[in-house]
């Protein structure tokens, strides 16, 4: 019934079929019979507010927060009841918290109507009643004949109808779906081809079925029925025909394209779907402090109803003189009485929850994040790319990762293909100098000497030089009709006027090589492929392409050759190929591709088939049939490929290696330190992996590989576990590293999860070799949901990293060279995997003490603030009488104490960040949640319950057992009870927690800057200039002013100036003197690494440090480097400070100069010394 009334409000467009139907130009049947379906207009919606929705969709999702539902509720009961505070108390806040989120949330929903609407409101071209009409881009229609011009952007997802090439094809590139900057050819049918026209186009009578959308970019089965003179003409629509929104067009005039998906359902609006909401571990470490706070403050709301009723027990107390009940109250029921007094006092305690940390913390993290993208060592100038924050949500988790899971290729290694060897027919070949050279003979040979290629070499070289899907780019338009050769040959290709474009670095990497050793590829004009062969041009007409594919792993091409034969060339990975092929070496070439892989370089195997007219005839037929299928198409390709792909004829092999990225060891192995595991997953040949893995540092010559490989059955893959297990406990005292591949790894997460995961967690490392993309995710989930529950993270630069990446608690996205959809679908963003370890090691731990101090220091400020509350109704008979003035309790959290936590939870460093990456077994000392552990929680609200009550106690003892300490005998009571006054007493006390709560943070600040100067010492005097007006003033809009005058008369007297000294030194001492002691005789690493004399510091010199440091540092420390200096413990040079001071502040961006430092030369700093040792990381 919903469904039914969301249809009828054209809210969820109905959808009769599986396909749809398009009507080219809008042409339908007149038939009268025929109901047009509705689709989706072309408006791209990424917004997620309205004018008319945003107040109540907006407050709907800010009051789904506890801390924000919880302070409505007590809103909404000092409204309702008589309570001690206004509603104005808990109503500020809550409104400055609701306030300061929709505001942000608005102006970012307002910056995306702003982006959509440019994108809706761009001008495009379209095919109506006969001519060519401008119109915006909103206004297109599924069934529109669009115009594109070259470099433009495609407004709808179209099927391509021609194009100013005679053939009909246009070339694109998809970077910003997909990353991928090569230039790929689509194609129109040979029917609408030929229309190139207006007025060809409007008489184009054609209907489009296709299938309904969905988000796969990859994925469109259609088919076009053109009527052609009276005969309709059916022809099969693919991916390759379809021109995806977000998509631009290059190397091509114009074109012309059915829309046939607008809006938000073309495949580039479904791609927007929201990932997984991660949370953060402080995050649930919060919301259980929230709950433990809460229950604290119903204990303390029950026992002081409790006790008012005990107190009231007596007559003289229940109903005094001063205040007799009326006889309604007297005759009210026990129960509401009883309900009414524990929400008053609900009320009066309940800013003992927080209600600005939520917004603190977002603040926080939203700015903080801004340091990553600023961060100049994290800055790639190479390809000109800095790093990148998707989400500010986990920026502390990076402070708390235990398990890296990367990726090999593109991720650990350039993704930079170079040939380095190959196979023909049982030979090994490698290449020198643009030469193929067999195994056993030298460069050096005379050229007479050098057998020339021939039949199978040959055959070979064209099979890799026409079996791709390489692009062209030239400076010719179409070569076939350009006369003269573009390309000059002298045995061999000089270098030529073109440039090949390639989704995959292998293929471009192999027919670079075969143009180098004399078999150029050297045009693709529609179905025609044109070789040269040493300078003599072949053309081969391309038949057929079968695609390539993750679950047959291999690619093929059916080609015509000069002389009218039909021949299938295909490659693919070793276990793709091998067991299909039927002649050739194939033991020789089995033996020679484990041979590449040892040497670390990735393999593919050639081969190909002839086939007979008849089989021709048969194969063609198959394909055609499959393609047109609307119905099961990819099931019925799949068995038609496997139909063709056989009984092949083995060609050989070749070995293209991949250089591992810069300082890859050096980063492995200071994860490794700081306490974090590496398991690297990747879809390579298991000898190609384990030789990288050495190659890379994740596995070392000392270790112990054991092996979990080729299992065919559950029971073998249970006892080569056990037997894993076994020698992991008998021999513990090497360390041990782990291969496993795809298929044992299936039958291992099948039945034996557990022993599994055991024998990994007592392995250094991990190698899973063979792994598809799911199972990439499956491994990463199967380790975050284990009972220890360690943080992990992803790393990866390949739209197969993509489902391991939003698996893993933090995702991060290389921006490599296989696109941009791991980026996209991350959390974080960087151009190397070498600076994981900065933004891990130096961000992380900055991120996760900043937030960690933030969290408890706002329970700790809290409880100091509520608890003198809770304390004053034992002096007042439970009346429920506040302590504080309203104004007080409202703007305590929000003006009075908010600023200083916030700057320093900008800016705080425990340890300077060169410490931190010399250093990184510091990590460990805030690894597991260290910092806000139960015990560490415990101690922060213990200290503020003590602090609270020296707050009360030392105000009632010093101010109200002699009120001549007052000095001015003006407030004198015999009364001790009534202390000196209810206002100046509550004064005395907020002024003091006010001071002491602000100093205690100064205490934990190690790094200060000119803003934490400011607003430490500013929030202070901006709490007494406020008092003083607040108080000094009377306020015509305020009905009563109970602190009139109090303020002044309060700061008039020596005695409460004294009695503040007295009490903030009381209360702070104790913190004083622990640290100090602890530092001195119990260090932490951490401690130990904040101030590292020149004797043990061998990385950083004392002037270096005294350079980096000398701006946000305590005085104590500068003095102590004085001191350091004066005694001659510290030699240094103005110039090494200042070349030092210079290196580090402009770090990547400029050449670097090499700094003196202790008598040997350095690298520049902030990559300098990632080559760590033991000994650098002990305390």
Known sequence: MLRWIRQQLGFDPPHQSDTRTVYVANRFPQNGHYIPQRFADNRIISSKYTVWNFVPKNLFEQFRRIANFYFLIIFLVQLMIDTPTSPVTSGLPLFFVITVTAIKQGYEDWLRHKADNEVNGAPVFVVRSGSLVQTRSKNIRVGDIVRVAKDETFPADLVLLSSDRPDGTCHITTASLDGETNLKTHYSVPETSVCQSVSQLEALQAVVECQQPEADLYRFVGRMTVTHHGEEIVRPLGPENLLLRGARLKNTKEIFGLAVYTGMESKMALNYK????????????????????????????????????????????????????????????????????????????????????????????????????????????????????????????????????????????ENEMQFRECSINGTKYREVNGKLIPEGMTDDSPDGSMPPLMGDELLFLKAVSLCHTVQISYDQSDCLAVGGDPFSHANGFSSSPMEYYASSPDEKALVEATKRIGVAFTCSNGDTMEIKTFGKSEKYKLLHVLEFDPNRRRMSVILQTPSGGKVLFTKGAESAILPFTTSGEIEKTRLHVDEFALKGLRTLVVACRHFSPEEYIDVDKKLNS??????????????????????????????????????????????????????????????????????????HRTMNILELLQQHSDNECAEQLLTLSRRLRDDHVIQHALVVDGASLSLALREHEKLFMEVCKNCSAVLCCRMAPLQKAK????????????????????????????????????????????????????????????????????????????????FYKNVCFITPQFLYQFFCLFSQQTLYDSVYLTLYNICFTSLPILVYSLFEQLVHPHVLQNKPGLYRDISKNSLLSFRTFLY??????????????????????????????????????????????????????????????ALETHFWTWMNHFVTWGSIAFYFIFSLFYGGIIWPFLHTQDMYFVFVQLLSSGSAWFAIIIIVITCLFPDVLKKVLYRHLQPTSTQTSQSIPASQAQNLSCMESLCCYQHGESGCTRLARLLEQMTGHCKASANNCHTSSRNNRWGRLRHRESVILNGEPSAPLGVRNLGYSPDCCSP
Not at 801 to 815: C, F, L, N, P
Not at 824 to 841: G, T
């Open 940 to 1001: 922060w609200t213990v200290l503020g319950f003590c602090h609270a009550f020296v707050f009360f106690f030392g105000s009632y003892i010093l101010m109200g057992e002699d009120t001549t300490l007052m000095g001015n005998g003006q407030i004198l009571r015999a009364n001790r009870q009534l202390m000196f006054g209810n206002w100046t007493f509550g004064t005395l006390v907020f002024t003091v927690m006010v001071i002491t709560v602000t100093l205690k943070l």
């Open 274 to 413: 929201c990932k997984s909401q991660k949370r953060s571990a402080v995050e649930k470490s919060m919301n259980t402090f929230l709950i433990i706070y809460l229950i604290i403050l119903l204990s303390e709301a029950i026992l002081s109803t409790i006790l008012k009723y005990a107190w009231q027990a007596e007559t003289k107390w229940d109903e005094p003189f001063y205040n007799q009940k009326t006889e309604a109250e007297r005759n009210s029921s026990p129960i509401l009485k009883f309900i009414s007094d524990f929400l008053a006092f609900l009320v009066l305690y309940n800013f003992i929850i927080p209600i600005s940390l939520y917004v603190t913390v977002e603040m926080q993290k939203f700015l903080g994040s801004f340091f990553i993208g600023w961060d100049l060592d994290l800055y790639h100038e190479e390809s000109d790319q800095k790093a990148q924050v998707n989400t500010s949500d986990l920026n502390e988790e990076l402070g708390q990762v235990e398990y890296v899971f990367t990726d090999k290729t593109g991720t650990l290694t």
């Open 626 to 699: 499959a393609r047109t299928a609307l119905q099961q198409r990819e099931e019925r390709l799949q068995e038609a490929f496997s139909y063709i792909e056989k009984d092949l004829q083995l060609l050989g092999a070749t070995g293209v290696e991949d250089k591992l990225q810069d300082k890859v060891q050096e980063t492995i192995e200071a994860l490794r330190l700081a306490g974090i595991k590496v398991w690297v997953l990747t879809g390579d040949k298991h000898e190609t992996a384990v030789t990288v893995s050495l190659s890379c540092g994740h596995f």
């Open 779 to 858: 491994v990463v989930r199967l380790l975050k949901t284990s009972p220890e529950k360690p943080i992990t993270l992803a790393i990866g630069d390949g739209a197969n990293d993509v489902s391991m990446i939003q698996e893993a608690h933090v995702g991060i996205g290389i921006m490599g060279k296989e696109g941009r959809q791991a980026v996209r679908n991350s959390d974080y963003a960087i151009a190397r995997f070498k600076f994981l370890a900065k933004l891990l090691l130096v961000h992380g731990h900055f991120y996760y003490i900043r937030i960690a101090t933030l969290v408890q220091y706002f």
